[in-house]
């Protein structure tokens, strides 16, 4: 699982690189995430993500000191694919 570290009261960009595992091309369709404080169910934030040709980019703002999970969830070709990372506010 990935990591990101946050200071209370930040908004900041939260970017990852898709790379194809076989070296071919391809083509994200779409993107989208949700910020969920740790043990909770309902996300604090949640929406699109903008796609930059591999990249994958949100603007996220934690409203609390603690730990949150920020899930990409993002389509190429016929496939759904996750990403879960780690945000830790202090």
Known sequence: MMYVGFDLGETRHVRIQIHSCKDEPFEILSASYSLTEKGKTDPEDNGAS?????????????????????????????????????????
Do not use: F
């Open 50 to 90: 903008v796609i930059q040709e591999h990249v994958i980019d949100q603007v996220i703002a934690p409203k609390k000191c603690g730990l949150y999970n920020l899930k990409i969830t993002y389509r190429i070709a016929d496939e759904t694919l996750v990403e879960n990372i780690e945000v830790s506010v202090h």
